[in-house]
């Protein structure tokens, strides 16, 4: 065997060994990756409670055993912002591991300027936690477990991973804008108090044993009403939106004495919601547009006064054919 034909044999044997180095090698590389991803993926029926920290705020989300989702001072969810949500928890997508050189600056990073999010099942078992991080310069989103410290590049569902800014929402972003809308399928009874001109109070109560609803005028007296009507009006209630919530819980104690409205929503579940409305004044002035809603006597928000309108009617309203 000549000195050339043995080097052949040798350089075949080498390339085979690293053949074989190198497929054992991504191919450990490949299923890491891939366990590590499977592990972000939370199957999101199984969530129950989600706690959202950073240093701007805590936001606790948990499920009612009716399905609704408050806050943790019973306060209605932004239905969409929470169903985009459990998107991001069902779709998250690892790209790859962060480089070593880069992955304690990074992981600094998450822990001190990232959010913090934590997922937990009915019985209020941890399901999963980890940071999250959105690096606009980079436009990267950076993941990390709680207790570890190894960050990976991820993958949202949003553009470029724009939409992980919904975690860094304050506590009032994700209260629902639509007053009565999560309440209807529950509905008992919605009862409108008109203290401008009281003979115009009314209320519509389901009856559970006669399945069907029931309008009383301001002195209980039942009325007769046109079913298309009241299918519009329920369509009204459905409908009614507030401007925007207001932080500044100190306003609540300046509310003008002379309320306007008082709508108490009653559930099957004989839960009750109050809403009532004051006038907005300005340098003395009444505003002709807006006025206040306060909910449960702790949550202020701003309303127009056209988006309200549809909901406070007389009850001669419901007699008339539409």
Known sequence: MTTKYKNRILLIVFC???????????????????????NFIVDTSLICRIEIENKKSKVVLQKTEHGNWITDDNQLVNQQYLNFSLRIFSQIKISSLVPERD????????????????????KGKSILAYYVYSHIATRKVYMMKTGSDKPYV?????????????????????LNPYLFTNYLPQLKEFYVENYLEPQHSFSITYDL????LLLFDSKEKEIAYDKDVMKA????????????????????????AKKLYQITLSTIQDDKIIFQFYPIILNGKEDKNFCYVLINKKQLAV????????????????????
């Open 303 to 322: 309303i127009q006064y056209y988006n309200l309108a549809p909901v406070i009617r007389d009850v001669n309203f419901f007699t008339k054919k539409l």
């Open 16 to 38: 085979v060994f690293l053949t074989l180095f190198a497929v054992k090698y991504f191919s450990n590389q490949y299923s890491t990756l891939k366990s590590t991803e499977s």
């Open 233 to 256: 009006y329920q369509i009204f209630i459905s409908e009614v939106k507030v401007e925007k919530f207001l932080s500044d819980t100190n306003l609540i104690h300046t509310l003008e």
């Open 209 to 212: 044993e006669k399945k069907q």
């Open 103 to 122: 992955q304690n600056e990074i992981a600094d990073t998450l822990k001190n300027k990232g959010t913090h999010i934590q997922l937990f099942n009915c």
């Open 154 to 174: 991820v993958e949202l569902p949003g553009y470029e991973g724009n939409f992980a800014a919904i975690f860094t929402l304050n506590k009032i972003d994700w």
